[in-house]
């Protein structure tokens, strides 16, 4: 699933403001301060967190653990939130700790610590170790993992060019202040919001088979909602900033934005959505911008293909999945039309998932999930990999984990989560407009908004952001309260037409969560734009 | 061989002193003009079980210290887990010099002087000494009758305890410790038409019976095999607490009075101002919140210190008042208020097999799953029903039948009030985690809009 990312700055300040306890576990609400200067900063990456994870790594040993893996984590963030001429909140947060990993007779144990001292690590590695053997209580299949190459030195950053923390602060509070005027200057706009987020993560990861990988991973996401109200104060609209995603990129990403430039147009469309007409129900042909249709894959590709989901390990809460039992999806199973080809990797440059090496310190690969329509693989991690050793064996590919570790913060266990997940583009060289031209009697739906699908992902409801209506190949005017109703199979191989690569955009969320406790999840979606014929489409309009 | 001594420190935390003594420190190093701290420790420790044995589990402890610097309008907030002196005296440093660069707030607000608080009661020890050998126990009660019934079982064991601390430079001080602690279970058939959801929560561990909780997801796993289809539309619904609670919470999140008054809410009123007392739901219904309620026991303050007391946010279906922050509340002219804390909903006297035995055809629903909003000018939500959906006909439960989508708002659901049970509380987070506290009754309820169908088990 998929919070958004205006539910997850939403929470992530009221964690800042509130004093529950709901916000005290979650490291991911967690923070950390803008030090002065860098020299003061606590590093992950510095001599001492190597000698520490060592420590941690010989502390479960010599507790009896036949595998270990530590990560020590120093990660900050910087929250800036306004609305009009305002601003409403600043928060820096620093969180420095680390979790120990451990495997005591195919059992695991996990245990973590914000006391990064030589006692606290080694007192935690043996809790971790303690805890694994009152896991085996009624074991019936132990962990075995799949093999990987250690090592023993890796280095990877982030393609950030600017540090967010470098850049003033006075700056980027004077840019949202800018950019709400331009939205303010539209008539009819009454009210706007607008943020920044950033993130950064230095992690050093070590395991009993030899690895030290230290990582350094930025994100940043700017955003703006502009919300129009009619006159008799009887309706009001909203238009959220979907054409900017969230990115794993420095401040250069926010400059590239051009929110001051952009603003007047967002404003523009929320006092146009007003005296919008409402939907007729029906069935219509559906054309689907990338800054949309990211969000779609995510909750109906990318989720139901988690190998975990398939094998039932998270019924509890994030749900199973209708690709499964795995044995008689692989390569018989049509996702979509023979033109459907999607993509698991966490490469692609400035994407949300990108890594050097996974929490399992593997190396991730790029792979086709749906080869050709038909489902090809599943996203795995070192102990699931080996799930699938028939259908590898079978294909004469490795059995290997696809590097699909990830855990949110040092205080949480790494698990099976999703890489970017990616439609990869047609062959014929066409774009939105063309495929709009090709349409006779459809709706044309910009940007995400309403989300919400199954927990096996077979029905699923979405909204978005701009709603146009298609006649004859043209937009002939705007549409609100629009929502279509989906069943994820027959919706895939109803797609039709596919964009070609000129028409390639990156979407994504940081607030892709799953797992008990939720973690959340940063995450790319590439795709291009689309045609699906004949979808359901309700109105979502009510009287109060 | 003896048992070795256990190295868990569950019930790890700042006491009182101590953390009086993190906020006179930071207090200390402050040179702004106000200065704020918000200071919150504890662990937290989980076992998760999926196909019939434990397959992750977790304990950690972390203290965070979020101090919040105020130069005349301006302000900045800094936050760490690093609690060294040297480490408070940078965080203060940054705090300060982030308030110098921030723009001016028109509407900044003083922090408030010294406060009375109601004492608070909500600790439990049986939850913050609960060890991972005891989960491990939990989680069998549940995992062994469903592999002996050929069934297979996944769930979730958490809990937590923890203090929070609230301190200011003009001499407010608050602390409160606080536990809590949740266990969820689904439980499948192996074929995969049958699934059953089960869950309970409490401030205190030992009011969880784990191995009840089992037996009632392993009977309607069993019971919900081989659901058949029916046609969406308007229903008759027969609601658990749970699938009521993950509906009637949202209506908290929609109580800001500064958004009514500004014209984009539910609780705006057409020309303006609020619904402040205007009947919008049913007479039988009354939400409060209240950090006393022996079921869902909070702290008695807020972040900013506010103390926290009975809040009655609407009474026999009239809205007495939304949500103020302090800001809001002084433009208005009237005392602040805040969501959040403890929810509760007012019940009546039937139990859910009365709600049941009265209806004539009609939906029997466990709970809810992914909801998420639609239209914020009806509170508008859609998601689905999950784990446990059940055809009522002449007042029996007859059979299973297929999950469905809605798009539905609790508002037109508390106006559709057919007859309310006794009201308890439940675990009405999606995730499994703690959450707020949240306390209902079953209730049934007429016309209950069901757009689609679901091949989801």
Known sequence: MASSRRDFLRSSTALALGAGIAGRASAQGLSVPHWPSASAVPSAVDPHAKELALRALDAARSAGAQYADVRI????????????????????????????????????????????????????????????????????????????????????????????????????????LAANEAALGVKGARFVNSSMFFLRDEKTYANTEGSVITQTIYRAQPSMTVTAVSSDMADFQSRQSTDIQPMGRGYEHVLDAKLVETAPRWADEAVQKLSAKSVDVGRYDLVLHPTHLWLTIHEAIAHPTELDRAYGYEANYAGTSFVSPPEEMLGKFRYGPEFMNVQGDRSQEG?????????????????????????????????????????????????????CSYAQSWADVQFQRMPNVSLLPGEQDIGWDDIIAATDRGIAIIGDGSFSIDQQRYNAQFGGQLFYEIKGGKIVGMLKDVAYQIRTPEFWNAMDMLGGEKSYELGGAFGDGKGQPAQSNSVSHGCVPTRHRQINIINTGRTA | MSAPRSLSVPARYLSREEARAVADRVLGFATADETRVNISSGGRGNTRFAVNQISTAGDNYDATVSIRSVIGKRSGTVTTNKLDEESLRRAVRTAEQLARLAPEDPEAMPELGAQRYEADNAWSDSTATLSPTARAAAVQSIAAPSRTAELISTGYLEHQAGSDTVANSRGLFAYGRNTGAVLTTTIRTPDGTGSGWAGGVANDWSRIDAAALGARALEKAKRSQNPVAIEPGRYTVVLEPTAVGNLVQLLSRAFSAR?????????????????????????????????????????????????????????????????????????????????GGSFIMSGGDASLEELIASTERGILVTRFWYIRPVDPRTILYTGLTRDGTFLIENGKVTRAVKNLRFNESPVFMLNNLEGLGRPERVSASESGGVGQGVVVPPIKVRDFNFTSLSDAI
């Open chain 1, 73 to 176: 984590t120093a990660g900050r963030t910087q929250n800036i939130f306004t609305r009009e001429r305002r601003v409403a909140g600043i928060n820096d947060r620093e969180t420095f700790g680390f979790g120990v990993r451990t495997l005591v007779d195919g059992a695991w144990g996990f245990a973590a610590s914000s006391d990064v001292t030589a006692e606290e690590v080694t007192r935690v590695a043996r809790q971790a170790v303690e805890q694994a053997r009152a896991n085996r209580a009624a074991q019936l299949r132990p962990v075995t993992l799949a093999p990987t190459e250690p090592v023993p030195n890796g280095v990877w950053r982030a393609p950030a060019r600017i540090d967010p923390f470098d850049v003033d602060l006075q700056d980027k509070a004077e840019l949202l």
């Open chain 1, 351 to 403: 994407s949300l998932a990108a890594c050097g090496w996974d929490d399992d310190g593997v190396k991730p690969d790029t792979f086709l999930i749906i080869k050709n329509g038909v489902v090809n693989d599943y996203q795995t991690t070192r102990e699931q990999a080996l799930w699938l050793d028939w259908w590898y064996k079978q294909q004469n590919r490795p059995v290997r984990s696809h590097g």
């Open chain 2, 259 to 339: 958004s009514a008054d500004e014209g984009r809410s539910f609780f705006s009123k057409a020309g303006g101002g609020t619904k402040i007392g205007e009947r919008v739901l049913d007479p039988r219904v009354t939400l409060v919140s209240d950090p006393h309620d022996e079921r869902a026991p909070t702290n008695t303050f807020t972040g900013d210190g506010m103390p926290v007391t009975r809040t009655t946010w609407v009474e026999n279906g009239v809205v007495k008042t939304l949500a103020y922050d302090r800001y809001w509340a002084e433009q208005k002219n009237v005392e602040p208020t805040q969501a």
